[in-house]
């Protein structure tokens, strides 16, 4: 269920067109779509979980680029199974954020992730705070 939630909040978004700038748009080699990515989110959980026994990705989203903390970076909702065979695994779900400047990724509860997203001030046009004779308040 938290899967489906996330990918909805992804999928949010990815509608809105949530570019930071042209710069974010372009994204790095590393997390292309395909094979690159695939590859690379295999790579990062492997060796974040400490090389388990057995792993596999279940489904992954394209990386979206999103601004979070003034940094522009590119998500990845994964869901994964690891244990210690096909018969004794989890079912987990992580998000990916990659940071395209340190060229560094880290991982985030989706729960966690959603929280983060839904208290960041959103984009809004800046008010004009002043009083009808030109003064401010």
Same mark, same amino acid.
Request: glycine share 6%.
């Given at each position: 269920?938290?899967?489906?939630? +996330? !990918?909805? !909040?992804?999928?949010?978004?990815?509608?809105?067109?949530?570019?930071?700038?042209?710069?974010?748009?372009? =994204?790095?080699?590393?997390?292309?779509?395909?094979?690159?990515?695939?590859? $690379?989110? &295999?790579?990062? !959980? $492997?060796?974040?979980?400490?090389?388990?026994? $057995?792993?596999?990705?279940? /489904?992954?989203?394209?990386?979206?680029? =999103?601004?979070?903390?003034?940094?522009?970076?590119?998500?990845?909702?994964?869901?994964?199974?690891?244990?210690?065979?096909?018969?004794?695994? /989890? /079912?987990?779900?992580?998000?990916?954020?990659?940071?395209?400047?340190? =060229?560094? &990724?880290?991982?985030?509860?989706?729960?966690?992730?959603?929280?983060?997203?839904?208290?960041?001030? +959103?984009? =809004?046009?800046?008010?004009?705070?002043?009083?009808?004779?030109?003064?401010?308040?």
């Amino acid at each position: 269920m938290k899967i489906l939630l +996330a !990918l909805l !909040l992804f999928s949010s978004m990815a509608l809105a067109g949530q570019h930071a700038s042209k710069e974010k748009e372009k =994204k790095p080699a590393v997390i292309q779509d395909g094979s690159a990515a695939k590859s $690379y989110i &295999h790579k990062a !959980l $492997y060796e974040y979980l400490e090389k388990p026994s $057995y792993l596999a990705i279940e /489904v992954e989203t394209p990386f979206i680029a =999103k601004q979070m903390a003034g940094k522009n970076v590119w998500l990845s909702l994964v869901e994964f199974s690891c244990g210690v065979d096909q018969m004794n695994c /989890v /079912v987990c779900a992580t998000v990916i954020i990659y940071d395209p400047a340190t =060229k560094q &990724h880290r991982f985030m509860n989706p729960d966690d992730f959603a929280s983060t997203v839904n208290k960041e001030p +959103a984009n =809004k046009e800046p008010t004009n705070k002043g009083t009808a004779d030109g003064g401010s308040i």
